[in-house]
């Protein structure tokens, strides 16, 4: 095996290490794989949503809440305009049930059926000014519906675009957008997905509900030092931060700039949040003199009622105990009492956090399945998505997740990815999305169960229909392979079916291990195509080189598509072809393993399925955890059958034995009782019958020195 590990930084090593109480392995494993700014490292260690962006940073989202808000009082006739993938799906659902719970009762959801193409059209346009819709909001698209939305606003009609694909130079003339992908949006982090836009939106809607919105107060600590106090504040509005001060006033009670520039921060007729009222204005006393009175909000009864450990507890004890101090390089009383005054305001309120994460459940399987980089916001948004559905899942996945073993489990991405999103994609792919739309908005059991195996009929169609087109064009991919000097596969073939693409150019993008292009011809007229690739290629950018060609084309680094008139295909795959030629190999997916760490046989413990856990969710640009083993044995193991795709034996290093299993196992003839071997794997959990037990998955494994049944060498 040909392995390689990256080198880290001693010195960061060290300084994770220390700041956030880790041991050694979680800090050089956090170090490698790139994190640097303490501020990320609350993606890794927190779940919270105070830690989630806030949509209230973008200036459009208050535009879109008006007029919603409008559109809901006026009883206005509203479209959900969504898209037939699983991000598409999840995410018109997220909306409709948001814009219910908020009383919204004159609306519909619009999905492209059958062949039609991604995103709006003229013909759309057509249908929703029949049908006198007065507010269109569009979910995972509208971003380049430029023309489409210049007529409906001409007619009279106002739309919102909820977003995430990259704008083209002109943006739509809609009444509000919210892309994060929009130069200059204000939002924190570009990579969300579809459906956690419309999630967003909905949080957004929700604190608009609550005294929250629109107020303003400061967070404020004083705390003694040797012939000063020192004085932290913080402004928030809608519990954003827009401004702060820290200055230290000397005790001899004369004029000074540094009071003077605090009274004008703090005399500006706003709140005054502050733990411990009565110890605050002792210390405000001695700053600014007996004579002031200023007037201070004590949080501490509302504090202890939801957070009873901090009963008795001083700001200077909380912040020993609280982990928000460590993401900020700012005074840690002040970073603890803004964090506890940020989540006593949102827990306050059920559908701004316990209510809320009912979203969440399905803004983690659109993050999923639309191939989001799993970093920043991603991850909290997947991780509590994840464990709702393990411990509360909605009424309408719960048959879903029983009829794929997945109940009582604790869901991981990789039951998302092969168990949850083909199912729910099914009914986009042959052309019926609402069929899934019509699942996740049920709260009907008996009917989620009803739906739930309409959906499954669909997957195994889906699955036949997938099997007989790769054996259509099998033949196309292994000559383009060899044609285009194994860097690339284009397949362009009458029988692929418009909705498996994707599908298709996924799976011979695995099997080939470069990037594929897979196009289906629609009506005779139209070619509809996708891009599938590891993330060392840049799908988007590699098609951004053909867009005079095409008359859509978007997506992500690892996932694209395109649709384009029938007369450009043999154009476009000439020049497809000129390009690839031209990368001189330097896109084609690097050999050898990459693993984490060398494990010496005395880490090899439950500690690392710890470590593994805070490292979830795994997807892309966060690879499931690898480590290298050098010279385990084999000490027992289970004789596979010639149908058999995995191998399951036994492998003792260090202390234990472990069980393991190594799917598609290469030359497995060769590993038998007492092999010595060298392995690479990744802490995995089994899940059977109700119990988890640690097992590892191996990834690639190599004999050391061959020992026969009797021990002899």
């Not at 940020?342 to 803004?363: C, G, K, V």
Request: aromatic share 8%.
């Amino acid at each position: 095996m040909d392995i390689r590990i990256p080198v880290s930084d001693p010195a960061k090593v060290r300084t994770l290490k220390e700041r956030f109480s880790l041991d050694l392995l979680s800090a050089t494993i956090l170090e490698r794989r790139g994190l640097e700014r303490a501020e990320d490292a609350v993606y890794y260690l927190e779940t919270d949503t105070i830690y989630q962006h806030s949509p209230l940073e973008c200036e459009d989202v208050y535009t879109a809440i008006d007029r919603i808000h409008d559109a809901i009082e006026e009883d206005e006739s509203i479209l959900i305009f969504g898209d037939r993938d699983v991000d598409g799906v999840t995410g018109a659902a997220i909306l409709y049930r948001g814009l219910r719970k908020l009383g919204a009762k004159n609306l519909s959801v619009r999905l492209p059926e059958g062949d039609e193409p991604y995103g709006m059209t003229m013909d759309t346009v057509s249908e929703i000014l029949e049908k006198g819709y007065t507010l269109v909001i569009t979910v995972d698209n509208g971003i380049s519906a430029v023309e489409e939305i210049r007529a409906l606003r001409s007619s009279g009609v106002d739309t919102i675009v909820l977003d995430h694909h990259l704008p083209s130079d002109e943006l739509p003339c809609a009444v509000a957008l919210f892309d994060p992908k929009v130069e200059g949006s204000g939002y924190g982090f570009d990579s969300l997905s579809g459906c956690a836009v419309a999630a967003e939106m909905v949080w957004a809607l929700s604190f608009s509900e609550t005294p929250l919105y629109g107020s303003e107060c400061i967070v404020l600590h004083a705390e003694p030092r040797n012939g000063s106090v020192r004085i932290n504040a913080v402004r928030l509005e809608n519990l954003i931060e827009i401004d702060r001060i820290t200055e230290e006033i000397a005790d001899d009670g004369g004029v000074s700039a540094s009071k003077d520039r605090l009274m004008d921060f703090l005399a500006v007729n706003l709140p005054i949040m502050v733990l411990d009222a009565d110890t605050e204005k002792k210390m405000l006393r001695r700053a600014f003199g007996s004579g002031v009175d200023i007037s201070l909000v004590d949080i501490r009864e509302k504090l202890e009622s939801l957070i009873p450990l901090a009963k008795n507890h001083s700001l200077f004890d909380l912040s020993m105990l609280s982990r928000a101090a460590r993401y900020s390089d700012g005074d840690r009383e002040i970073e603890t009492l803004v964090s506890l005054f940020r989540s006593i305001s949102i827990h306050s309120y059920p559908s701004l956090s316990t209510d809320y994460d009912s979203f969440m459940q399905l803004a983690a399987i659109g993050t999923v399945t639309d191939l989001m980089p799993m970093k920043d916001e991603n991850r909290i948004i997947v991780k509590r998505g994840l464990r709702m559905l393990s411990e509360r899942p909605l009424a309408c996945l719960q048959p879903l997740l029983g009829r794929q073993n997945l109940a009582g489990k604790r869901i991981n991405t990789r039951d998302i990815s092969f168990y949850v999103a083909p199912v729910l994609n099914a009914a986009g792919r042959l052309g019926h999305p609402m069929d899934a739309f019509t699942l996740l908005t049920t709260d009907d059991i008996m009917q989620a169960d009803g739906f739930t195996e309409n959906l499954l009929a669909m997957n195994r169609q889906r699955q036949a229909n997938e099997e007989n087109a790769i054996s259509l064009v099998r033949d196309k991919a292994r000559e383009s392979f060899e044609e285009l000097e194994e860097r690339f596969v284009i397949v362009a073939d009458e029988a692929v079916p418009r909705g498996l693409t994707g599908a298709i150019a996924s799976k011979l993008s695995k099997e080939y291990s470069v990037p594929a292009v897979v196009m289906a011809t629609v009506a005779g007229e139209r070619i509809s195509a996708s891009v599938r690739c590891s993330d060392s290629f840049d799908a988007k950018a590699f098609l951004s080189s053909f867009a005079p060609l095409f008359d859509d084309y978007g997506g992500h680094r690892c996932a694209a598509g395109f649709s384009m008139p029938y007369e450009n295909k043999e154009r476009l795959i000439d020049m497809m072809k000129g390009v690839v030629m031209a990368m001189d190999g330097q896109e084609a997916q690097s050999s050898g393993i990459e693993a984490d760490a060398i494990i010496p046989p005395d880490y090899m413990n439950t500690g690392l399925w710890r470590l593994s856990a805070m490292l979830e969710p795994y997807g892309q640009e966060n690879s499931m955890l690898r480590l290298y083993i050098k010279d385990a044995t084999i000490v027992d193991i289970t004789p596979a059958r010639p149908d058999q795709k995995f191998l399951r034996f036994s492998l003792r290093f260090g202390t234990y034995s472990w069980p393991a299993v190594w799917w598609d196992a290469k030359e497995r003839e060769r590993f038998r009782k007492g092999s010595r071997v060298d392995a690479v794997f990744s802490p995995d959990v089994n899940f059977w019958k109700g119990t988890e037990k640690e097992q590892l998955l191996i990834v690639d494994m190599d004999i050391h020195e061959d020992i026969d049944s009797s021990g002899a060498k």
